[in-house]
């Protein structure tokens, strides 16, 4: 086993090149690496939020507000399916956590009851022909709508779940790196966005709902009766977003909503100047606005934003290209982020921020240098050590292996962009501490061998091949460890268990390959008659 094959030593010699090369970056000013040519790779360690600092914020996800929407879309839903089925109706309204309505006939009561039953809510997953609505007839000619308790625990989860994409893909068109976003709990979520140096920008632009909705405004409500608060059925009375224009009563049901959007971007107005935000619609909401503005040329529309008034424009002629554009009281910057909104997608319900913290650069740079000196404590204990245990030849090899090993990880996690935090560097230590595990098990086998009587080259081929099981038994039940906080671990501990996995290859190959290529060389040129650490 202890041979000079030419493709070790040209797998040594390109590893050692390969990690120089991304772990260079990490030692050259920010400038030097915007100079680099094209071919050279240009990242540096990605660091986390406690060493370079950024936000920290735990939302709550506001399912009693998810459910509140979902009864009130079914309230509007009921009014539609009961008045096209031309039955007449009265008292419909939420009671109790529930849709209630009372049928003025008592002979069209089962009819309504039948036809609420088949129109209203969804399947209901895990069973056959459920939905996830109840429909019962109650006293005095009323029809109660309620929905399944498990239905509703479902839509909460899946609320969560979908925030968190949404989230997601909002930070990262900020331009964050590695942000981590995790759940917590049944209703929580525990966001952290290192380098992010304008926290309330980051919560304004996570926490907003920014569910966009085309409605048409209602012209039968006087503006003295908007002020008054009498609002037509099937309508409401909604703000406008600069506090400032009085209130307008809008009809309830969207034409067109944020869903349909393809893409949103800031621009400036051809004729003012003014930052604007041009949007485009799918084939399906391309077809229902160009419908809507066909039918109701010379009325207005409210283009509205989380239940506030962007603006509300006459429509002139008939829009049918699909896209068009949003006039507010922009700057660049708001502009901007309301086009990430959109482009990211509608929270499915309000988050409420319970928790924010914000770790400052100065604390970050004290983790760092924290870190720093630990890590090289620990190297500089583990060098005296192999020094001192097996000699200047045996320990010094051990310590250019220990060198390339350090290196590999810091090349390997500046290519991956894996986040290097606290935890992570632990794992670094850990990870020195025990890459010298191997070289010590190979290096006692020697000791044995050559007790035993064998001459050098055979001690020395025996060290890695009866050490060599040992060695990969030991490092995989570490990286099966790693691969499991990963998988099941959360922050900290994912970044505690991706230094650990990097750190278990990259020992494997540094203690074994790279240690055997030196002794081999060693050998060849010294042809000693004795090991130095017999």
């Given at each position: ?29 920010e400038?030097?690496?915007a ?15 406690d060493?370079q ?9 506001d399912?009693?507000a ?11 839903d ?10 007449a109706?009265t008292?419909?309204?939420v009671?109790?956590g529930?849709?209630t ?9 089962q009819?309504?009851?039948r ?12 069973t056959?022909?459920?939905?996830d609505?109840t ?6 000619q ?7 308790a498990?239905a ?10 979908q ?8 930070i ?5 790196r590695?942000?981590?976003i ?5 209703d929580?979520?525990v ?5 992010e140096s ?29 002020a008054a608060?009498?609002v ?8 406008y977003e600069d ?5 307008i ?9 944020g869903e349909?959007l ?7 107005h ?12 799918n084939?399906q909401?391309?077809r229902?606005?160009?419908d ?10 409210a283009?509205v934003?989380d239940?506030k ?5 006459v ?5 049918t290209g699909?896209?068009?554009y949003?006039?507010?009281?922009f ?18 319900a ?16 004290d ?6 000196v ?24 051990s ?5 390339v090993?350090?290196?590999?990880i ?8 894996a ?6 560097i ?5 990870t ?13 086998r ?18 890695f ?16 460890a ?7 671990g ?8 991706w ?9 494997v190959f ?9 002794l081999?060389?060693?050998y060849?040129?010294t ?8």
């Amino acid at each position: 086993m202890l041979t000079l094959s030419r493709w070790k030593v040209l797998l040594v010699v390109f590893s050692v090149v390969l990690g120089v090369l991304f772990a260079l970056p990490n030692v050259l000013p920010e400038q030097a690496r915007a100079n680099l040519p094209g071919f050279l790779p240009k990242k540096t360690l990605n660091l986390g939020l406690d060493l370079q600092g950024g936000s920290y914020l735990l939302l709550e996800v506001d399912t009693a507000a998810l459910r509140a929407e979902r009864l009130t879309n079914t309230v509007e839903d009921t009014r539609t399916t009961l008045r096209e089925a031309q039955i007449a109706f009265t008292d419909l309204g939420v009671t109790g956590g529930a849709v209630t309505v009372r049928i003025t006939d008592p002979r069209q009561v089962q009819e309504a009851t039948r036809l609420l039953r088949n129109t209203l809510g969804a399947p209901l997953a895990g069973t056959t022909g459920g939905r996830d609505v109840t429909v019962s007839t109650q006293p005095d000619q009323r029809i109660r709508i309620a929905f399944v308790a498990e239905a509703q625990q479902a839509e909460a989860s899946r609320a969560v779940e979908q925030s968190i994409e949404i989230i997601r893909r909002r930070i990262d068109e900020l331009g964050t790196r590695e942000p981590t976003i995790v759940r917590q709990g049944s209703d929580r979520i525990v966001v952290q966005a290192p380098g992010e140096s304008d926290p309330e920008r980051l919560k304004n632009v996570i926490g907003q709902t920014a569910k966009l909705t085309f409605q048409m405004v209602d012209e039968s409500a006087s503006p003295a009766e908007a002020a008054a608060g009498r609002v037509p059925p099937g309508s409401e009375l909604l703000p406008y977003e600069d506090g400032e224009t009085p209130t307008i009563v809008v009809k309830r049901r969207a034409v067109v909503t944020g869903e349909m959007l393809t893409t949103a971007n800031a621009a400036f107005h051809p004729d003012t100047g003014q930052p604007i935000v041009e949007f485009r619609f799918n084939g399906q909401g391309a077809r229902r606005f160009g419908d809507a503005t066909t039918q109701n040329v010379g009325k207005r529309f409210a283009i509205v934003l989380d239940k506030k008034v962007i603006s509300a424009p006459v429509i002139n002629t008939a829009i049918t290209g699909g896209s068009g554009y949003i006039e507010g009281n922009f700057t660049s910057e708001s502009a901007n982020d309301l086009a990430v909104l959109l482009r990211a997608g509608a929270l499915p319900a309000p988050l409420n921020v319970e928790e924010q913290r914000t770790v400052s650069a100065e604390l970050g740079a004290d983790a760092i240098k924290a870190g720093q000196v630990s890590t090289l404590v620990a190297f500089v204990a583990i060098i005296g050590f192999m020094l001192l245990a097996y000699g200047f030849i045996f320990g010094g090899i051990s310590v250019v292996a220990l060198l390339v090993n350090g290196l590999l990880i810091i090349a390997a996690m500046s290519l991956t962009q894996a986040t290097l935090t606290l935890p992570g560097i632990a794992g670094l230590i850990l990870t020195l501490a025990v890459a010298v595990d191997a070289n010590v098990l190979i290096y006692e086998r020697m000791r044995d061998e050559v007790r035993a009587g064998r001459p050098v080259i055979s001690a020395m081929d025996a060290g890695f091949s009866r050490a060599m099981s040992t060695i990969i038994d030991a490092n995989l039940t570490t990286l099966l460890a790693a691969v499991l906080m990963f998988q099941f671990g959360a922050g900290p501990v994912k970044g505690f268990a991706w230094t650990l996995s990097i750190g278990v290859l990259t020992s494997v190959f540094t203690a074994v390959l790279i240690t055997q290529v030196l002794l081999a060389l060693w050998y060849r040129t010294t042809r000693p008659k004795t090991l130095p650490i017999a």
